[in-house]
T-cell receptor, first 110, second 113 residues
Framework: QQPVQSPQAVILREGEDAVINCSSSKALYSVHWYRQKHGEAPVFLMILLKGGEQKGHEKISASFNEKKQQSSLYLTASQLSYSGTYFCGTPSNTGNQFYFGTGTSLTVIP | SQTIHQWPATLVQPVGSPLSLECTVEGTSNPNLYWYRQAAGRGLQLLFYSVGIGQISSEVPQNLSASRPQDRQFILSSKKLLLSDSGFYLC????????????FGEGSRLTVL
């Protein structure tokens, strides 16, 4: 049930861009994106609903293609503060369970 | 505003000892509640979820159990801890099915020796 993310890890220099992908073998009803700093709880970034939605949050945006059961997170002009582990997440078809993806570790260096 | 509290923040327990982690939510009613575990350097594994008082669903059939004695209280327990129970435990709540983000507690770091 767990969505699969790629890449597993990425290292960027400040100002570079990155794309994190999330795909599921099951239907996606909505997709959430979270960022977790080391030793802390995950923090919500955005939620995408059906309809090919795209959303933006500062220089971080995302897209959702429910037909392909995929979502992508786009980070542009990365900053040091973007470092962390990014998780996509999705509810079950009943909406009661919530499953996180495998995670992508992002490191931004000066 | 809604808040979530989780405790204890850190604990070190010997193998075979019991465990109790507690989580309370304020400022909302009838939330969906979740317990996740994160092993070192790994992802977030859903352990239990609850849609109401006394309603617990288990995702992982191990030596852990959960209870929801009150609407906004969620407890994770074990009678006998295993080494493999070590990890970062996170409680979270949401307003309900497909209704929005998960809000997390501060987390409890458990080391079983």
């Amino acid at each position: 049930q767990q969505p699969v993310q790629s890449p597993q890890a990425v290292i960027l220099r400040e100002g570079e861009d990155a794309v994190i992908n999330c795909s599921s073998s099951k239907a996606l009803y909505s997709v959430h994106w979270y960022r977790q700093k080391h030793g802390e709880a995950p923090v919500f970034l955005m939620i995408l609903l059906k309809g090919g939605e795209q959303k933006g949050h500062e220089k971080i945006s995302a897209s959702f293609n429910e037909k392909k059961q995929q979502s992508s997170l786009y980070l542009t002009a990365s900053q040091l503060s973007y470092s962390g582990t990014y998780f996509c997440g999705t509810p079950s078809n009943t909406g009661n369970q919530f499953y996180f993806g495998t995670g992508t570790s992002l490191t931004v260096i000066p | 505003s809604q808040t979530i509290h989780q405790w204890p923040a850190t604990l070190v327990q010997p193998v075979g000892s019991p465990l109790s982690l507690e989580c309370t939510v304020e400022g909302t009613s009838n939330p969906n509640l979740y317990w996740y575990r994160q092993a070192a350097g790994r992802g977030l594994q859903l352990l239990f979820y609850s849609v109401g008082i006394g309603q617990i669903s288990s995702e992982v059939p191990q030596n852990l159990s959960a209870s929801r004695p009150q609407d906004r209280q969620f407890i994770l327990s074990s009678k006998k801890l295993l080494l493999s129970d070590s990890g970062f435990y996170l409680c979270a709540w949401s307003e309900g099915p497909n209704t929005g983000e998960l809000f997390f507690g501060e987390g409890s770091r458990l080391t079983v020796l």
